[in-house]
């Protein structure tokens, strides 16, 4: 890994651009299309990057690449950090039997399928509990307990 950051730091040095290894251009290419300001450049050579001299495809990316941003970040997903997000997406994918990726397709249609009848449905289907319900700022109603009556059975022996 060291030799891939070698070779990022060789490709914005003129002198040291032959050192670049030739195994990590297309990865090094990926890796400076994370800059909008780099794109224009690196997708017609990533287009072409089978046909053209190596050498030649690596003084295009030097003097295509933005060199005053030398710290390029990469992508991340963005992870749900809303507790409600992530229960009102359990709960789509226990009531419409949905796989994770059916959940993450329609992840941004949330608040089209899900309103207040429907959180209500499924606290009652679901039987969600007092922390549950208090992120989705549903009432919790605590389970009323009914004893069943259980009649006597009149056997031979009941009636002697």
């Known amino acids: 890994m060291t030799d891939f950051f070698q070779n990022f730091k060789n490709m914005f040095n003129f002198n040291s651009l032959q050192q670049v290894d030739n195994q990590t251009i297309f990865p090094l290419t990926k890796w400076l299309s994370n800059e909008a300001t780099n794109l224009p450049i690196c997708m017609p050579l990533n287009k072409y990057a089978f046909w053209m001299d190596k050498d030649v495809y690596k003084y295009a990316l030097h003097f295509g690449i933005n060199k005053s941003k030398r710290f390029i970040s990469t992508l991340k997903k963005l992870a749900d950090k809303d507790e409600k997000t992530k229960l009102i997406k359990s709960c789509m994918q226990r009531y419409y039997k949905w796989s994770d990726r059916e959940v993450e397709i329609h992840s941004d249609m949330i608040e089209l399928i899900v309103d207040e009848e429907q ?4 606290n009652k289907m679901y039987g969600l509990n007092k922390k549950e319900c208090k992120v989705l700022g549903l009432e919790y109603k605590e389970p009323k307990l ?7 059975t009149k056997t031979i022996g009941g009636w002697f």
């Not at 959180?119 to 499924?122: D, F, R, T, V, Y």
């Not at 009914?146 to 006597?152: A, H, I, P």
Request: aromatic share 10%; charged share 55%; hydrophobic share 35%.
């Open 119 to 122: 959180l209500n449905e499924w």
């Open 146 to 152: 009914k004893k069943l009556k259980v009649e006597k």
